[in-house]
Structures are given as C-alpha cells and as structure tokens.
C-alpha cells in the first residue's frame, strides 16, 4: 500500500485567489483573540461554510495544559454553536509565534486533524485547508483527509 495526495504550494498569500487571501487575512487577524500566555503561540483560523457564513477561532490555553483548546477546534465548536447543520468548506489557519514571526505554513496538530475528518464524515463533505503564514509560503490541500491517513474510527 502507498499513500500519497497533493496539494498546492504558493510563494506568498498574495498568489491566492481573492477569497482565499481574505480567509488568511482573516486567520492572521484572529491570532489577536489568542490566549496564549504559555506558549506565545498565537493562531488564528478562519472558515466560510457551506451557506457562506465567516466563522473565526483562536486558540485558548490553560495553565492546566490539558484544558488548553486548538484554534481549529475552538472554530469547530463555534460553528456548531453558531450555525447549526452548516459546514466548513475552506478553513485557513494562520499564526503568529513567539519571536513574532509567521514565515512558514502552519500545519494542524493530530487531533485537529482528526476533528476536521469527523467534521468531513459527519457532514460528508471536503474541507480544504489553507496553511498559511503571513510572510511565507502556503499550502492549499483540497481535503482534511489527507492529512491524516489511517484516522481513528468505529
Ligand atoms: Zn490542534
């Protein structure tokens, strides 16, 4: 067996298609709303739904580290809460870290990976993903999926 998938890679946002740099804009501007006083890792994430709706998240740390949410699943959440029965079809994650840099695509943890699947499945639907920075490269995957192949699942 062989796994493999492509996706798109860009020099900067600016190469994006309109909507598409508005939702990085967006992801980067929601690193703002990141509570992130242990890590100093801020990200922001931005998503339209199926419906069109701009949903954004960010992500929120505890000093209890295990309570500490993802941006993605704080989006995820929010969306659900927000606007019940729609879902994502393109989320953009951005970042901004600790040195104040943001220069290279940011990639999403394991179990967001496995969040946006369940999503996928559970609205059977594609989600792309934009991995983005401010001042790098992107990556455009056309579905979560591919980033995690072999997830869990009952
Ligand atoms: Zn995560």
């Given at each position: 067996?062989?796994?493999?998938?492509?996706?798109?890679?860009?020099?900067?946002?600016?190469?994006?298609?309109?909507?598409?740099?508005?939702?990085?804009?967006?992801?980067?501007?929601?690193?703002?709303?990141?509570?992130?006083?242990?890590s100093k890792l801020k990200v922001g994430v931005c998503a339209i739904t199926n419906k069109g709706n701009?949903?954004?998240?960010?992500?929120?740390?505890?000093?209890?580290?295990?309570?500490?949410?993802?941006?993605?699943?704080?989006?995820?959440?929010?969306?659900?809460?927000?606007?019940?029965?729609?879902?994502?079809?393109?989320i953009a994650i951005s970042y901004l870290d600790w040195n104040n840099n943001s220069d290279k695509p940011i990639t999403p943890c394991g179990v967001c990976r496995q969040a946006i699947l369940e999503h996928q499945i559970q609205h059977k639907c594609n989600v792309r993903v934009i991995l983005s920075s401010k001042n790098g490269q992107v990556y455009v995957i056309k579905k979560g999926s591919d980033l995690l192949p072999l997830p869990f699942s009952i």
């Open positions: 067996m062989k796994f493999e998938f492509e996706y798109e890679v860009y020099d900067s946002i600016t190469e994006l298609a309109p909507a598409d740099q508005d939702l990085v804009n967006k992801a980067f501007e929601a690193t703002k709303l990141s509570y992130s006083p242990y701009v949903v954004v998240g960010s992500n929120q740390e505890n000093g209890s580290y295990s309570v500490t949410i993802c941006a993605e699943r704080v989006l995820l959440s929010t969306l659900s809460a927000q606007h019940p029965g729609e879902y994502i079809t393109t």
